[in-house]
């Protein structure tokens, strides 16, 4: 019996957001597995409905499908097709309580998972290509991030708090009933979604739930990335000038940073979470690939891994994955900043979280009349192992944004 399960709904790329939603029988009788396999197909006909554009209420029929599919788990507890069917909806649910709680982090595909099926595999291939760029945007002032807040919106740090209490956890039990559909021997399954307008059916097998457990992993890696460090800052006003207490003429981070917790670690095993999180998913995308890369034809439905451009991008995300793998395996790695080429430890922060990151802002020098920033001094310019071999002094100095006090 082919189900209609919708796939589409899980990738990255995370920021990421979401409230537990647990359904479960009630006190009667126990199911019958004949009666959690119709659970099974209905939650799976209510995904059908939401991914195809049929569906006027989405955000409920997910919850819909969630709830079916929890009722029938405790029966079915390793049917490859329930687990999947869960993983998918509770994805489902995860989105649309993200965008009702934070609407800005599912529009940003760098922290939210991607609902349309067609996009998985190009994004994956972003997704791995960009992990070592990602963790090197931590040497980079958040000061732009920080000030796009809206006015009334969520502060940084709630925002942080939220992915570590509702996202992290559930992306976490999506790998886990991914994981569990993949112990079986086979998948088969069907997804329905609409291209165009119109309803397609596409065959989903075990090398494509390998590809969805790869995109929610890297979209757990970044969440972990996003929140070892504590973004509480208080009652700062990034838009004041800073002052130069000490009368030096230049600027410390002191200076020119909110005061502790601003920036302190408070959970120091996040950066080796995202790290096995990013290694599992690689090795997903490299498994799904090499299931998934084939010529061949389908007698009664289209495979959507058979189209020339999918297998391109199913090669690009299996080499990303691959150069993935080798990055974390090296103390250096080389990587392009400016057009200069410079060593990474993707690991370094993975074995030891610098305790505070104001530690390794600059001393800077500010002209605000030329709107000019000079570093006068940089504590530490292999950021605490990040760079083994160092940044480069004009490097590090392309490296600073506009600040809060310049215009243009």
Known sequence: MKRAVWLGVVVLAGLAMFL??????????ALTPTQAE????????????????????????ASKALNDFNTALPVLPNDPEANVGWAIARAAKLWFDTGAVLPGLTRDRSA?????????????????????????????????????????GPTPEQVRLYLVMNVAPVLVQIIQHLDLALAAPSID?????????????????????????????????????????????????????????????????????????????????????????????????IAGADTN????????????????????????????AQDVKSALATARYPVTIDSTTVNINLSAWATAPPPDLKALFPMVNVDPAMQQITIVSWPDLTFAGLLPDSLPTQLAQNLILPWPWQTG
């Not at 119709?38 to 029929?61: E, H, K, R, Y």
């Not at 595999?121 to 000061?143: E, H, I």
């Not at 084939?294 to 990303?320: C, F, K, M, Y």
């Open 293 to 320: 890369l084939h010529p061949g034809g389908e007698t009664d439905l289209v495979d959507w891994t058979i189209d020339p451009q999918v297998n391109s991008d199913l090669s690009t995300a299996r080499t990303a």
């Open 38 to 61: 119709q659970l099974v197909s209905s939650g799976f006909a209510t995904m059908n409905g939401v991914t195809s554009g049929a569906s006027a209420d989405p955000a409920g029929d």
């Open 112 to 152: 939210a998972l991607i609902m349309d099926p067609r996009k998985i595999l190009g994004n994956l291939g972003g997704s791995y290509v960009s992990a070592s760029q990602s963790l090197g945007r931590v040497l980079v002032p958040p000061l732009p991030r920080l000030l796009g807040r809206q006015a009334g």
């Open 189 to 285: 399954v069907t997804i329905t979604v609409s291209v165009d307008g119109l309803a397609k059916q596409y065959k989903v097998d075990k090398g494509d739930v390998y590809l969805v457990k790869g995109c929610v992993s890297a979209t757990l890696a970044v969440v972990y990335d996003a929140v070892p460090y504590s973004l509480e800052y208080g009652a700062w006003n990034w838009q004041q000038v800073p002052v130069d207490k000490d009368g030096d003429g230049n600027l410390s981070p002191a200076e020119y940073l909110p005061p502790s917790p601003f920036l302190t670690l408070v959970i120091p095993t996040a950066f080796a979470s995202a790290k096995a999180a990013m290694l599992a998913g690689a090795d997903a995308v």
């Open 20 to 29: 537990s939603g647990c359904g479960g029988g009630g006190g009667g009788p």
